[in-house]
């Protein structure tokens, strides 16, 4: 375990902000959470990839190491990997793939570490952490124990899971994922329909394509990726925003209700490309915030606080941030 005092997040938030943490403690799979330091506040950091910092913080971040431990166990016509909570998503994408274990290949680049993809329940292109989590492995900082959760256990759901409700409370050790030996592509995603005959490798390769044609590059530009969840709304507020607005894209609808497109209310009203001071708008992509020149953490609030009046204002739908703000 490596303990620094008084140190700049700047290189573990994904905006690239500059706050500081009072201490950071780093756990690596070996060692015992027992012994991290008991007094509160604690804050969880997995790979910063969603969080905004508008203070410094005066706690203790805990996170977890970022080296690979993986292993991987036969059952049945299905595989059970399981990862260390530290390690890099994509990379756990890339070695399940090498090992010719399906299911993960959808959530080709999302930025981030596995026990944060748990977390948030990451999704993208018709998949989500849900559908491919078995369990999970958590640290329990509050009472001081460890404890194996279910895929139920973790109350997933759109972007949320029973985890966001605690903040700093549970530290995610390691993530077991149900997996396929035979690949069958999901394709779910409009943008994929045309890739009926491709290999696991190739829709890796598009979906990355896809991602990057709209998310800013992480080395060129800090964001936290989509800036807002989008917006779940009830039938009547849906029908009656299609026929204000025909052009509209169609809901994605679930058992939560109308799940709107947050990019298109923004870039409609009108905000694609604006910069407020040194944050901006991703001139490709509205939903994503980001860090046009060594922005802070209030820039960025007071950009997403006046979009989100602006879309109140003009579609009467209410943004709520994905990104979590400290
Ligand atoms: N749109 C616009 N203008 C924009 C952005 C989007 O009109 O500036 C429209 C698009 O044309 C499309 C619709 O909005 O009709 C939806 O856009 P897209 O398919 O790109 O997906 P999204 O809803 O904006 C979600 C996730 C992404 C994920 C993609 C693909 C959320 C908050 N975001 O974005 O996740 O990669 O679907 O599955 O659910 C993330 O969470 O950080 C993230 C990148």
């Known amino acids: 375990m490596k303990t620094y005092e008084h140190i700049s997040l700047k290189a573990y938030n994904t905006f690239g902000i500059d706050?500081?943490?009072r201490r950071m403690v780093v756990l690596e799979p070996g060692d015992e959470p027992a012994s991290l330091p008991r007094e509160a506040p604690w804050l969880v950091l997995g790979g910063g990839s969603n969080m905004v910092f508008t203070r410094d913080y005066d706690g203790t971040v805990v996170r977890l190491d970022t080296v690979r431990e993986v292993s991987v166990r036969a059952d049945g016509a299905e595989v059970l990997v399981t990862a260390w909570g530290g390690m890099v998503m994509d990379e756990l994408v890339e070695w399940t793939l090498e090992q010719g274990c399906y299911g993960l290949e959808n959530l080709t680049a999302i930025p981030g570490t596995v026990g944060a993809s748990v977390v948030q329940n990451v999704g993208a292109y018709g998949v989500e952490a849900k559908d491919v989590v078995e369990g999970v492995e958590v640290y329990d900082l509050q009472e001081g124990r460890r404890c194996l959760f279910s895929n139920a256990d973790c109350r997933f759901a759109y972007r949320d899971s029973?985890?966001?409700?605690?903040?700093?409370?549970f530290l995610v050790l390691r993530v077991c994922y149900r997996l396929r030996r035979e690949f069958v592509a999901n394709l779910s995603y409009k943008a994929l329909?045309?890739?009926p005959h491709a290999t696991a490798a190739e829709l890796r390769q598009a979906i990355a394509d896809l991602r990057w044609g709209k998310l800013p590059r992480p080395e060129e530009h800090g964001s936290a990726g989509s800036f807002f969840k989008n917006p779940v709304v009830e039938e009547p507020v849906y029908q009656h925003l299609r026929t204000m607005h025909p052009d509209?894209?169609?809901?994605?609808r679930?058992?939560?209700g109308y799940k709107l497109s947050a990019g298109w209310l923004i870039d409609r009203a009108g905000w694609k490309g604006r910069t407020m001071g040194a944050a901006g708008v991703w001139p490709r992509n509205a939903l994503v915030l980001y860090n046009a020149s060594a922005c802070t953490g209030s820039e960025v609030l007071a950009l997403a606080r006046a979009i989100q009046q602006d879309v109140d204002d003009k579609f009467n739908v209410r943004l709520e941030p994905e990104a979590i703000i400290i």
């Not at 509209?248 to 994605?252: D, F, G, R, S, V």
């Open 162 to 169: 029973m985890f966001k409700h605690h903040p700093g409370r």
């Open 254 to 256: 679930s058992e939560e």
């Open 248 to 252: 509209m894209p169609e809901a994605h």
């Open 193 to 195: 329909e045309g890739l």
């Open 19 to 21: 706050a500081s943490a």
